[in-house]
């Protein structure tokens, strides 16, 4: 199982992007997803994450502005990302509970400056 990330880009303050991540192999079920981000001397931390049903759950730092979605048909998940700010500056890695093993995406970066 494999896991792709892209969409990742320098943007202004004010800025949109999209991240796309696509699950392949051998995949039987894929569960929850999530988006995490890492930023230069900082821990990876949570940004949302979405169960195979839909229920999402969002960093308070990017509520209101970051939308999470998935297509279970193509194993793929999504961050619609608005009103970025610097602070969004940062790796973005997916995650997904595929069969109960967690896989990682190869990460893209998001770079937010005017």
């Known amino acids: 199982v494999q896991l792709q990330a892209s969409g990742g880009g320098l943007v202004q303050p004010g800025g949109s992007l999209r991240l796309s991540c696509a699950a392949s192999?051998?995949?039987?079920?894929?569960?929850?997803m999530a988006w995490y981000r890492q930023a230069p001397g900082k821990q990876r931390e949570l940004v949302a994450s979405i169960s195979s049903g839909g229920r999402t759950n969002y960093a308070d730092s990017v509520k209101g502005r970051f939308t999470i979605s998935r297509d279970n048909a193509k194993n793929t998940v999504y961050l619609q990302m608005n009103s970025l700010k610097p602070e969004d500056t940062a790796v973005y890695y997916c995650?997904?509970?595929?069969?109960?093993?967690?896989?990682w995406g190869q990460g893209t970066q998001v770079t937010v400056s005017s």
């Open positions: 995650n997904a509970d595929i069969g109960r093993t967690f896989y």
């Open positions: 192999g051998s995949i039987l079920r894929t569960n929850g």
